[in-house]
DNA sequence: TTCAATTGCAACTAATCAGTTGGAATTGAC
DNA sequence: GTCAATTCCAACTGATTAGTTGCAATTGAA
């Protein structure tokens, strides 16, 4: 039976990926990836070398994941709060995505920025979701866009904002996941709406 | 001369607040807080007691100190995008404000909706806040002031966000600050007046 | 079978960290 | 001036942590 080293760096990647979107670069614990993969510590450094280059990978690896994961499609306003709608969905089931684009935010700063095909990849993401809506410039989309991400991963991180501040204040907490997922889509919709509209007013 | 020690106290929660702001919980340093004030490390302890301890009363003096700062007022969608673009303001100010409060939602989660006094704090501005918008419900008003306190913190903590969608894809950074605000404040007019209209749609 | 490269193991290492301690210095009441 | 309480000082402590190490076991090519 063969060294099965694909699946070793899979296991440890996944445990990397739980450990660092719970406790961040600062709080995560490298024993406790290692446990938690069932494999030794040591083969983390052999394979990803040393913890933020770990947390580096596992950045890579999720961030990309999900702009492949939800495409855009159709177009106006109606497809830009399906996006949205589809984003939300995504990270439900994909809860770590939302704290590590946090905790990347918290602990890299600006530095997360200087990746060039990243770079690449969200200018064309812009330019794709610019052409959803036509009529609206570049700059539209990308702010639109912006708020969208900023608004879908914003809901899970700020959980106790939204218990603070919308169950406290109505009193029923009923399915929050889903009424916050409507608002979203439904703002964004509008958003998306008035983002055309002053597009052809300046035309 | 005597101990000042209410000034002691004040160069410490100072020196936390920006150490806690700028590392979070896990990744703050006891000792550089001590360093920074000035102050005896030993002090820290006596007066605060224990890091997470003094990691929650930063919290609650900058959290509540936000909230006093940017009142509500004037009523119809522009006091709306107002409010917006005056906490806006104040975060560039008080740089420490977003970061913590995603510090907070990361580090400490659903445990930090917790506190009973803040839970009626919130509670009131909500209704407070329905009131600038006559004729809305509690709880698009609840929503929509969560929408404004995502977009608000969630820019300067997603600032690589913002570079790689935004200036990656127009090129000119320009004055990111001040297009953002613009953006920010008119999305919230236009969410409050479709709230509004949606509320009369209904009635 | 041999051999070099790689994986796997678990103990080790040096540095760091939150928190503590004993004693000196200061304060303010009497 | 005395005395108890408090602040100040800086060294200390024990636990934890990221990273390393020496060696055994395994793999696959020749």
Redesign the interface.
């Known amino acids: 039976m063969a060294w099965d080293t694909e699946r070793t760096k899979r296991l440890l990647l996944e445990a990397a990926t739980a450990e660092f979107s719970e406790?961040?670069?600062?709080?995560a614990r490298m024993d406790r990836i290692a446990t938690s993969a069932g494999v030794n510590k040591e083969r983390i450094y052999q394979y990803f070398g040393k913890k933020d280059e770990l947390f580096a990978t596992v950045l890579a690896t999720q961030l990309r994941e999900t702009m492949d994961a939800v495409p855009l499609s159709g177009t106006g306003p109606a497809a830009a709060g399906d996006y949205a709608g589809r984003l939300f969905d995504h990270h439900i089931i994909q809860s770590t995505i939302p704290?590590l684009?946090?905790?990347?935010?918290?602990?890299?700063?600006?530095?997360?920025?200087a990746d060039a095909a990243?770079?690449e990849y969200?200018?064309v993401?812009?330019?794709r979701f610019r052409e959803l809506l036509p009529g609206i410039d570049?700059?539209q989309?990308?702010?639109l866009?912006?708020?969208i991400?900023?608004?879908v991963?914003?809901?899970p991180?700020?959980?106790?904002?939204?218990?603070?501040?919308?169950v406290?204040?109505?009193g029923a907490p009923g399915d929050r996941a889903a009424?916050?997922r409507n608002?979203i889509v439904?703002?964004v919709e509008?958003?998306a709406s008035?983002a055309q509209a002053e597009a052809a007013a300046r035309a």
């Open positions: 406790h961040g670069l600062a709080g704290r684009l946090f905790w990347e935010g918290l602990e890299r700063g600006a530095g997360a920025a990243r770079i969200h200018r993401k812009a330019e570049l700059e989309a990308a702010e866009l912006l708020t991400v900023t608004l991963n914003g809901w991180v700020l959980g106790h904002l939204d218990t603070l501040l919308v406290g204040a109505t009424a916050r608002v439904r703002s509008v958003l008035a």
